[in-house]
């Protein structure tokens, strides 16, 4: 037996028992891929020839994530495994969905319905490899290929397209021409599908070690047109794609695409929004996208890096190389330290101990003086130290009564 990989090692009495029943197993798709790759191996896949219902009699524990595409997964020894029957599709109406589905004995019928070659790759128990269609040649050449017709496979499932791109991007490869050809033609269809399945592509296209080559190609076929937002800014994503800098988190990637495509900080929610994006997710990029704008013109000020908050500076920092300035990580971790408070939760005084110590009622001027006192913590007015924070409050509310 060659040596696999632990994480097909874990996966391998499963599909000894399924082979053990009678029937034929294999190993499939991204992790055959990344195993010639030699990159990390996320989920590992399996095909069988084996029926759903077959399947769930090998197995004591299944559960139904897909049966009626031919989806079970296993539970085995503490992890889940999708085990995936030998298909056939037939036609495609709405460019997303197979009207139906037909379940085969045949692995290279199976492998024939796949994406692009680099995807069509099998691995048996003994870990000898089945290429029906060259995708070992198209790895060791480095280019995405349709498998078969680019074209059926762009109207079986429009999505493709973007993943042609963001697997450019993603293993930093070329793109073979006919393949491109047929996205330039077809692109159009990316329209018929969920803005959720789009934009995780993009972001994986946008992490990818070969982002540059990836988002010109997306641009290139005109995909970024039939994307929330985009049409109107290719000269933005052309800009966006000769930067060299890698960059690490998806909100690290929506920052530097809105100061790209000169998106004011005022309309980053609703353009992320249109990419259905969390509130999280978009509250983080307007922080960083604030916090970027600032960095740009000078290095980190007290309030900044406390608006800002440690993770968003860091991600900041480490994005700022790419425009001609040096990042200052231990610089800027020291200051962040230095911070008299680093959260308004840090404060000695809450809004009720103002409340008794003014002898006031609740009021518009109640979050007037947090804010002040924030402020004067900060720049190390006053120490944050309950009573002295008092004291300066009594004075200030004084001096707003006089005026």
């Given at each position: 037996?060659?040596?696999?990989?632990?994480?097909?090692?874990?996966?391998?009495?499963?599909?000894?028992?399924?082979?053990?029943?009678?029937?034929?197993?294999?190993?499939?798709?991204?992790?055959?891929?990344?195993?010639?790759?030699?990159?990390?191996?996320?989920?590992?896949?399996?095909?069988?020839?084996?029926?759903?219902?077959?399947?769930?009699?090998?197995?004591?524990?299944?559960?139904?994530?897909?049966?009626?595409?031919?989806?079970?997964?296993?539970?085995?020894?503490?992890?889940?495994?999708?085990?995936?029957?030998?298909?056939?599709?037939?036609?495609?109406?709405?460019?997303?969905?197979?009207?139906?589905?037909?379940?085969?004995?045949?692995?290279?019928?199976?492998?024939?319905?796949?994406?692009?070659?680099?995807?069509?790759?099998?691995?048996?128990?003994?870990?000898?490899?089945?290429?029906?269609?060259?995708?070992?040649?198209?790895?060791?050449?480095?280019?995405?290929?349709?498998?078969?017709?680019?074209?059926?496979?762009?109207?079986?499932?429009?999505?493709?397209?973007?993943?042609?791109?963001?697997?450019?991007?993603?293993?930093?490869?070329?793109?073979?021409?006919?393949?491109?050809?047929?996205?330039?033609?077809?692109?159009?269809?990316?329209?018929?599908?969920?803005?959720?399945?789009?934009?995780?592509?993009?972001?994986?296209?946008?992490?990818?070690?070969?982002?540059?080559?990836?988002?010109?190609?997306?641009?290139?076929?005109?995909?970024?047109?039939?994307?929330?937002?985009?049409?109107?800014?290719?000269?933005?994503?052309?800009?966006?794609?000769?930067?060299?800098?890698?960059?690490?988190?998806?909100?690290?990637?929506?920052?530097?695409?809105?100061?790209?495509?000169?998106?004011?900080?005022?309309?980053?929610?609703?353009?992320?929004?249109?990419?259905?994006?969390?509130?999280?997710?978009?509250?983080?990029?307007?922080?960083?996208?604030?916090?970027?704008?600032?960095?740009?013109?000078?290095?980190?000020?007290?309030?900044?890096?406390?608006?800002?908050?440690?993770?968003?500076?860091?991600?900041?920092?480490?994005?700022?190389?790419?425009?001609?300035?040096?990042?200052?990580?231990?610089?800027?971790?020291?200051?962040?330290?230095?911070?008299?408070?680093?959260?308004?939760?840090?404060?000695?005084?809450?809004?009720?101990?103002?409340?008794?110590?003014?002898?006031?009622?609740a009021g518009p001027w109640l979050g007037e003086l947090l804010a002040n006192i924030e402020q004067q913590l900060l720049i190390g007015a006053i120490p944050n130290q309950k009573q002295a924070i008092l004291?300066?409050?009594?004075?200030?509310d004084k001096g707003e009564d006089a005026l």
């Open positions: 037996m060659r040596k696999l990989d632990s994480e097909f090692m874990k996966a391998l009495p499963v599909i000894q028992k399924i082979q053990e029943a009678g029937y034929e197993a294999y190993f499939v798709g991204g992790s055959v891929r990344d195993r010639i790759l030699k990159k990390p191996i996320a989920d590992v896949d399996i095909a069988t020839s084996a029926f759903p219902m077959e399947v769930k009699e090998i197995f004591p524990r299944t559960v139904d994530v897909g049966i009626e595409h031919g989806t079970v997964m296993v539970l085995f020894e503490g992890e889940g495994y999708e085990v995936t029957t030998f298909r056939t599709e037939s036609t495609y109406q709405d460019y997303r969905r197979p009207d139906a589905v037909t379940f085969v004995r045949s692995l290279e019928e199976d492998l024939k319905r796949r994406d692009f070659t680099v995807n069509a790759l099998a691995m048996n128990s003994e870990g000898e490899l089945i290429d029906y269609f060259g995708g070992l040649k198209d790895i060791e050449k480095k280019v995405i290929k349709a498998v078969g017709s680019a074209s059926e496979r762009f109207h079986e499932d429009a999505l493709r397209m973007m993943r042609g791109v963001r697997f450019v991007s993603q293993l930093n490869f070329s793109m073979e021409t006919k393949t491109e050809l047929a996205i330039n033609e077809h692109h159009a269809l990316l329209e018929k599908i969920a803005v959720e399945r789009i934009q995780v592509e993009f972001v994986k296209l946008l992490l990818g070690q070969g982002r540059q080559i990836g988002l010109r190609k997306m641009i290139e076929t005109e995909l970024y047109q039939f994307c929330p937002g985009l049409a109107s800014k290719k000269a933005g994503l052309t800009s966006f794609a000769t930067l060299e800098t890698h960059l690490g988190t998806a909100t690290s990637a929506w920052t530097l695409l809105t100061y790209f495509i000169e998106l004011p900080v005022a309309e980053i929610e609703l353009f992320l929004r249109n990419w259905k994006c969390s509130k999280k997710e978009i509250k983080h990029v307007i922080k960083e996208r604030i916090a970027f704008d600032q960095r740009l013109d000078s290095f980190w000020t007290k309030e900044g890096l406390y608006q800002a908050g440690l993770e968003i500076a860091l991600e900041v920092e480490a994005l700022i190389e790419g425009f001609q300035q040096e990042s200052h990580l231990k610089t800027l971790q020291e200051l962040y330290e230095d911070l008299p408070i680093k959260d308004r939760q840090e404060m000695q005084v809450s809004g009720s101990d103002l409340i008794t110590a003014l002898k006031r009622p004291e300066w409050a009594l004075v200030a």
